[in-house]
């Protein structure tokens, strides 16, 4: 039986089991903004005002708290990929997955490393999503290349390594969107074909999948696949 589906939906929940759930993933998030992702199960439960026996229930898995309490975050930057690819301007697309993307470790604190925890999945059906999303983005980078917007030596472990540097910065400064939002005008502007000045030294072996950002995880590398 899939995990998901013992796993009892919001609507079929009664009330006081309902805001149990929401107090659960909410307090998800804030743990694992301020302790990582692999911060205890009983923290969480502490945080939320329940038992460790609740909090299981709801939720059999630290996989499958993790993946509810972002669920909202991973369909928005899924959408954003989606729709990126979609646009008929490579570069706009690509402007506004990178965008998204930076809002999203912006605004919640733990997301980045529920994402990447999202990718070594090993059950068919995410690593058939996984795999998918990483021919998606190499699609959309070949379109902007192609449409002489994105630098030509622009390669996909560049996007890896340009949130790899956004999450430091709101790490730092938690609270300062305005130094977020400039970096990120920085990065973008650094990626346009017009910027390119030069060689570049060779590209990193980082990913999506293997950045070092979950707590106490060390840094998984693996080839980004072209």
Same mark, same amino acid.
């Given at each position: 039986m899939e995990e998901s589906s013992r796993?009892?939906?919001p609507a079929s929940l009664r009330a006081d089991a309902r805001r149990n759930q929401e107090r659960i993933l909410v307090s998800a998030r804030a743990v694992f903004a301020e302790h990582g992702i692999d911060a205890p199960m009983a923290t969480v439960a502490r945080r939320?005002?329940?038992?460790?026996?609740?909090?299981?229930?709801?939720?059999?898995?630290?996989? /499958? !708290?993790? @993946?509810?309490a972002f669920a909202q975050q991973m369909e928005t930057c899924a959408r954003a990929l989606t729709e990126a690819l979609a646009d008929p301007d490579p570069w706009r697309g690509f402007q506004r997955l990178v965008e998204t993307?930076?809002?999203?470790?912006?605004e919640e604190q733990g997301f980045s490393a529920a994402f990447v925890a999202a990718f070594p999945d090993s059950r068919v059906e995410h690593a058939q999503a996984r795999e998918?999303?990483?021919?998606?983005?190499?699609?959309?980078?070949?379109?902007?290349?192609a449409a002489g917007a994105l630098?030509?030596?622009?390669?996909?472990?560049?996007l890896a390594v340009a949130l790899l540097a956004h999450c430091g910065l709101v790490t /730092? !400064?938690? @609270?300062?969107?305005?130094a977020s939002r400039r970096l990120v005008a920085y990065l973008l502007q650094s990626f346009r074909a017009e910027a390119a000045h030069?060689?570049?030294?060779p590209p990193s072996t980082l990913s999506l999948r293997s950045l070092p950002l979950a707590a106490d995880n060390a840094p998984r590398q693996r080839p980004?696949?072209?």
């Amino acid at each position: 039986m899939e995990e998901s589906s013992r796993i009892a939906g919001p609507a079929s929940l009664r009330a006081d089991a309902r805001r149990n759930q929401e107090r659960i993933l909410v307090s998800a998030r804030a743990v694992f903004a301020e302790h990582g992702i692999d911060a205890p199960m009983a923290t969480v439960a502490r945080r939320a005002g329940v038992g460790v026996a609740t909090l299981y229930r709801r939720f059999p898995t630290r996989d /499958a !708290l993790v @993946r509810a309490a972002f669920a909202q975050q991973m369909e928005t930057c899924a959408r954003a990929l989606t729709e990126a690819l979609a646009d008929p301007d490579p570069w706009r697309g690509f402007q506004r997955l990178v965008e998204t993307a930076c809002e999203l470790q912006r605004e919640e604190q733990g997301f980045s490393a529920a994402f990447v925890a999202a990718f070594p999945d090993s059950r068919v059906e995410h690593a058939q999503a996984r795999e998918q999303a990483e021919r998606d983005l190499l699609t959309l980078v070949r379109r902007a290349q192609a449409a002489g917007a994105l630098r030509a030596d622009f390669h996909p472990s560049d996007l890896a390594v340009a949130l790899l540097a956004h999450c430091g910065l709101v790490t /730092a !400064l938690p @609270r300062d969107s305005a130094a977020s939002r400039r970096l990120v005008a920085y990065l973008l502007q650094s990626f346009r074909a017009e910027a390119a000045h030069g060689a570049l030294p060779p590209p990193s072996t980082l990913s999506l999948r293997s950045l070092p950002l979950a707590a106490d995880n060390a840094p998984r590398q693996r080839p980004f696949r072209t």
